[in-house]
C-alpha cells in the first residue's frame, strides 16, 4: 500500500551511475518534522499524505529494503487502496504507481562540452499551521534545490539542498509541546538551517575512468542510506558484464544528533550485470561512533539481486548482515503488462534477528522503539483495468510477529486485506472517484472500513480533491507516538501557471481514539 507521510523512498542508480540524485521531487525527503533520508515505509512511494497517517511499522528503524532494479519500474499499491491523495498523482492512475529510475530534478537538455552548465533546480515556501484543543503551532519552511550539469554528459557538476525551518509561534505551552513537539524543538532556536547536500562532482579526473563527489553528500543506493561530509570515488563501467566498483568515507552527518568528529563512515561496493536481464550487486559499510555508554565499530554487508524475465516480469532478492548476526531478507516478484492493463505484485520481508542498539546508521530509532523483534511480511497487489474508464485493485497485507507477547508500541502484528474501485471521467472529462473497503485484523481489533478520493483535474493547469483514508495505526517514530483508529478528512486545490510555478493550498482534519486535529498549509513552489 501506499505510506502517507514523512517517509523518504530510496532506490538505486542505473548500472554505473557515479552520480546518487535524490528523489525526482527532492522535497519529498524534506517534509517537516521527518529525517530525510533516514526512515522509509517498506515498498512505498514518498508522497505526502493528508495529515502523515502510515498503516505499518517500517521493517527496520533505519531504513527500507533498496529492491529497486535500476531503470525499472518501482511499483506500489494505489493511493485509492488506502483513500490517501497523493500531492501529484491522480488516484485513478495511481494504482501501477510505474516510476522511473531515479533522475534529477526536471532533467535539462543534454549539455555539450561547449556548452555553459546547465542550472536546475526548485524554491519551495511552505506555511503551516496546525490545532487540537488549546493546542497549537505555526511553523514556515523554505526548500532550495540546486543541480548543476548533467552527470551523463558534463565532466562537472555540483548538487545543493538545504532547508530553513522557521517556528513563527514559538513552542508554545506545555500542551502545545506535548502535541506537536517536533525534532526541530531540539535545536532550542526558532529558526534553523539544515544542510543535507553540497558537493562537487567529477568525471574523469585527469583522465582516469573514474567519477569522484567531494563534498556533503547522500548515497542513496547504499544498504543504509549513508549521509556524509566525504568523498565518493566511483569506476565507469568495464567490460561486457559492465562491473562497476566503488567506495567511500568520511564523517557522518547527523542533523538531529551530535556528531563527533571522531565518528567514521566508510564502504565499499561492486556491481555487474553479468548475464541478461540480470544485475547483481555487493555491499560493505562500517560506521563508527563514539557514545556516552560505549563505542560502537559496526560493519554491514549486504546482497542483492535483480533479474528481469521477457518484458513483464521482474524478480527482485536481498539479504543483509549487521555485525555478527543476519539481520534480515527479502523477496519481491512483479508482472506487468503495461499501459496499465495488469500489475500484480507479491512481496515477503523478514527481520531475521532482534534489532538492538548499533550506529546510528544502522538504527537511528533505539531511544523510541528500544529492540525490534523478528517478524514476517507478506504483501499482494493485483491492479486491473476493466475498461477504459474502471479499474479495480485488490491485496492485502499479513504482519507477524514470531512471538505473540513481543507485540508492543510501534512493533504490531495484523492483517490487512482490501479493494477499490477507481471509475475516471465520471460525469465531466477529469472528474474521478475512488471507493476503497478494507478490513483491519488485530489482537486487540476487527475493524471493516473504507476510503474515498474525488478528484477534479478539468486541465493541466488546475487540480482539486477531497476524500478520507483509514489507518488502524498512525506512527511518529522519532518522538515515539503511536495513535490508534485514525481518520482523516481532507481537501487540497493546486494551481499551476506557466511552466515554472506550482500552488497550493490543503486542510486535513485527524480524527484518532485519542484526540483531533486540524491542519492547514499552503505552499508554492518554483521550478527554473
Known sequence: MIFAGAWACRSTPPPGASDPKPPADRAAVLEPDAQPALVAAPDSAAVEGPVSATTAEPETRSGTESSLEPGTESVTESAAASGTEPADATPALAPADVTPALAPLDAPPVAHEDEALAIHGYLLGRWRLRRSGDAHDQDAYGVLAVDVGDAESDR??????????????????????????????????????????????????????????????????????????????????????????????????????????????????????????????????????????????????????????????????????????????????????????????????????????????????????????????????????????????????LRQLDESEDESRLNHGYERAFATLILTDIGARGLDFSLTGDTWDS?????????????????????????????????????????????????????????AWTFQIAYDYEDDDFDDYHQIRAEATWRF
Open 156 to 397: 562537472l557538476t555540483a548538487h545543493f539542498l538545504a532547508r530553513l525551518s522557521v517556528d513563527l509561534d514559538g513552542q508554545g505551552d506545555a500542551e502545545s509541546q506535548q502535541v506537536f513537539g517536533s525534532l526541530q524543538d531540539t535545536y532550542g532556536d526558532s529558526a534553523h538551517l539544515d544542510l543535507y547536500e553540497a558537493s562537487l562532482g567529477f568525471d574523469r579526473p585527469f583522465d582516469a575512468p573514474v567519477r569522484v563527489r567531494a563534498g556533503r553528500q547522500i548515497d542513496y543506493a547504499t544498504p543504509e542510506f549513508a549521509h556524509f561530509d566525504g568523498l565518493r570515488v566511483e569506476s565507469h563501467p568495464l567490460g561486457d558484464a559492465k562491473i562497476v566498483a566503488g567506495a567511500y568515507g568520511g564523517v557522518p552527518v547527523r542533523l538531529y544528533d551530535a556528531t563527533s568528529i571522531g565518528d567514521q563512515i566508510a564502504g565499499a561496493w561492486t556491481e555487474a550485470q553479468p548475464w541478461k536481464g540480470g544485475r547483481v550487486r555487493a555491499d560493505w559499510m562500517y560506521v563508527h561512533q563514539e557514545a556516552e555508554t560505549s563505542d560502537f565499530n559496526d560493519d554491514l554487508v549486504a546482497l542483492s539481486l535483480w533479474q528481469r524475465v521477457g518484458t513483464q516480469l521482474l524478480l527482485d532478492a536481498g539479504y543483509a548482515r549487521l555485525e555478527e548476526e543476519d539481520r534480515d531478507v527479502r523477496l519481491r516478484a512483479t508482472w506487468n503488462e503495461g499501459d496499465g492493463d495488469l500489475l500484480v505484485q507479491a512481496s515477503w520481508y523478514r527481520l531475521l534477528n532482534p534489532q538492538a542498539d548499533f550506529a546510528y546508521e544502522f538504527d537511528p530509532f533505539y531511544a523510541t522503539l528500544q529492540q525490534y523483534e523478528p517478524f514476517d511480511e507478506y504483501r499482494l497487489l493485483v491492479s486491473k483495468a476493466l475498461s477504459d474508464d474502471l479499474r479495480l485493485d485488490l491485496g492485502g497485507n
Open 443 to 499: 489482537d486487540e481489533q476487527d475493524i471493516r472500513t473504507w476510503g474515498a478520493d474525488l478528484t477534479w483535474s478539468p486541465n493541466t493547469t488546475w487540480r482539486a480533491s477531497a476524500g478520507s483514508s483509514y489507518a488502524l495505526y498512525k506512527f511518529d517514530v522519532a518522538q515515539g507516538l503511536e495513535r490508534d483508529d485514525v481518520r482523516v478528512w481532507y481537501m487540497r486545490v493546486r494551481r499551476k501557471v506557466g511552466t
